[in-house]
């Protein structure tokens, strides 16, 4: 059984002027997914958030540009352990780390799931994080996308990441295959939520969340192509359900993928590379942000991990060969 530990937490964020005209209940889980819209609205009743230093009422409208403070008792996990886990740390200071994650490794424990993961070296690494909301970790990678993630050391610059992530001052861009050949960039603007029936599954629905996605060729092969996409939103599974819809699925992806297309004619390398490719293709390659401490702006970049780059290999060399 998972033993739990209440304390005091503090964040704070500024209500996005998009939001104009929505309940602050609505607005207050849109601004802190990791909490329920059932607790934030306890939070609200019992006066432990404030719009800018009022205590207001769940159904309360907001109009953007107000100011929101929480000061709650949650309850923390106690037994997620550290462990000697490698770690391949690009950057660190006393504010912030960033890391390029295998694929593969899970980001924070579950049921079912509780070591072996990147909080779990982390907390190995830098103990100070069990101090920090979610050992401070303010965005997320999916287990099988590898590539760069930031980690918010202190409770300052947890708060002032996740303040630059709404405000979408984060710059991300990721590098994927996706089957099929795209003529040429664009965008995909298009509401993300829980698919209707599969709810495990994320899907492009009407009453989904603002999701956008930007994406540019790279270079072409015969049924396939490698892009990059620059995300102004962060939804779950964004890339995977955004290329997917737009019939370009990421190869690779178990979920959102269907079933395994191997193209006309293609060498037995390229056939081999396809079967074997047991994970979607997408590497978090760049990251961009202003520093929580100094406000200077950074930016890291990360080079493809092998099994991309021995993807992309094939698929010149079975281009080439066509030609």
């Known amino acids: 059984m998972t033993a739990?530990?209440?304390?005091?937490?503090?964040?704070?964020?500024?209500?996005?002027e998009e939001a104009a005209g929505k309940r602050l209940d609505q607005v207050l889980a849109e601004l802190f997914p990791d909490y329920s819209r059932s607790r934030l609205q306890q939070w609200v009743k019992g006066g432990q958030v404030l719009v800018d230093g009022r205590q207001p009422r769940p159904r309360d409208k907001v109009w953007g540009g107000e100011q929101v403070a929480v000061s709650a008792m949650v309850e923390v996990e106690t037994d997620w352990q550290g462990e000697p886990i490698p770690l391949d740390i690009v950057y660190e200071d006393e504010a912030l780390?960033?890391?390029?994650?295998?694929?593969?490794?899970?980001?924070?424990?579950?049921a079912g799931n509780r070591e072996g993961t990147l909080?779990?070296?982390?907390?190995?690494?830098?103990?100070?994080?069990?101090?920090?909301?979610?050992?401070?970790?303010?965005h997320r990678l999916d287990?099988?996308?590898?590539?760069?993630?930031?980690?918010?050391?202190?409770?300052?610059?947890?708060?002032?990441?996740?303040?630059?992530?709404?405000a979408r001052s984060v710059s991300r861009e990721y590098q994927a295959v996706v089957m099929g050949v795209l003529t040429a960039g664009g965008t995909v603007d298009a509401p993300i939520g829980r698919h209707p029936v599969q709810r495990k599954r994320m899907a492009v629905v009407e009453?989904?969340?603002?999701?956008?996605?930007?994406?540019?060729?790279?270079?072409?092969?015969?049924?396939?192509?490698?892009?990059?996409?620059?995300?102004?939103?962060?939804?779950?599974?964004?890339?995977?359900?955004?290329?997917a819809s737009i019939r370009h699925p990421l190869v690779g992806d178990p979920v959102y993928g269907g079933r395994l297309r191997l193209p006309a004619g293609a060498s037995e390398p390229l056939k081999a590379a396809l079967r074997g490719f047991k994970r979607q293709a997408l590497h978090a390659a760049a990251l961009g942000l202003?520093?929580?401490r100094t406000g200077e702006p950074i930016t890291w970049s990360v080079p493809l991990p092998d099994d991309l780059v021995q993807l992309l290999e094939v698929l010149r060399d079975d281009a080439a060969a066509q030609d």
């Open 143 to 166: 287990k099988d996308t590898s590539g760069l993630l930031v980690v918010a050391r202190t409770l300052e610059s947890h708060t002032a990441l996740v303040a630059q992530l709404q």
């Open 4 to 16: 739990t530990l209440k304390k005091v937490r503090k964040f704070a964020a500024l209500v996005p």
């Open 290 to 292: 202003d520093h929580p």
């Open 97 to 110: 780390l960033v890391l390029n994650k295998p694929p593969g490794m899970v980001v924070h424990p579950a």
């Open 119 to 138: 909080v779990n070296a982390l907390l190995h690494y830098a103990p100070e994080l069990q101090h920090v909301p979610r050992a401070g970790i303010v």
């Open 207 to 243: 009453s989904g969340r603002e999701a956008v996605s930007h994406y540019r060729v790279v270079e072409r092969f015969r049924a396939h192509t490698h892009v990059t996409v620059r995300l102004e939103t962060g939804r779950t599974h964004q890339i995977r359900v955004h290329m």
